[in-house]
């Protein structure tokens, strides 16, 4: 019996910010937040980033994984192509990821930005094809939702 060599997942992660729609979507726009946000880490050293936030545009960013952590040293590349783009209610961009030169994902990532009486209501809706060798849905969902815990620490700056 041969493996699956592609995994279909799709996930929804639900956030409420006390901050409105305009700054979290701000936090996505302006590449100063994004980069604090979506990229830089402990884990590792932000190699390149550059963003070009319209439809049409691209995003990108190389990492290195640092010392100590279990795939040390290896570069980590996330490129995004952004699809839709309606200000202060949604985003809509497909992601590639790569470790060194492997491929390792192809996403579909919704961002849906809801005003509550107390912020913003934040669904992101993730649609991913795994291939051989990736981190997996359920990593991928919890990459997701440490970003978005260090999104919440960005609205609080």
């Known amino acids: 019996m041969e493996m699956q060599s592609v995994i279909h997942s799709t996930f929804v992660i639900e956030r409420n910010y006390p901050a409105p729609p305009e700054r979290v979507f701000a936090a996505f726009a302006d590449p100063t937040q994004k980069l ?10 932000v190699q390149d980033f550059n963003m070009d936030f319209r439809v049409g545009g691209q995003e990108h960013a190389t990492v290195r994984f640092a010392e100590g952590h279990p795939i040390m040293g290896v570069v980590c590349t996330n490129d995004t192509f952004y699809q839709d783009i309606v200000p202060n209610r949604r985003l809509v961009f497909s992601q590639t990821m790569s470790l060194g030169q492997k491929h390792i994902s192809a996403a579909l990532a919704t961002i849906e930005l809801l005003p509550t009486d107390k912020g913003t209501n934040l669904i992101c809706t993730h649609q991913g094809a795994f291939f051989e060798g990736s981190d997996g849905p359920e990593r991928r969902k919890g990459g997701w939702e440490k970003l978005l815990d260090k999104l919440s620490t960005q609205l609080a700056r």
């Open 36 to 45: 604090r946000w979506f990229v830089e880490s402990d884990h590792h050293e």
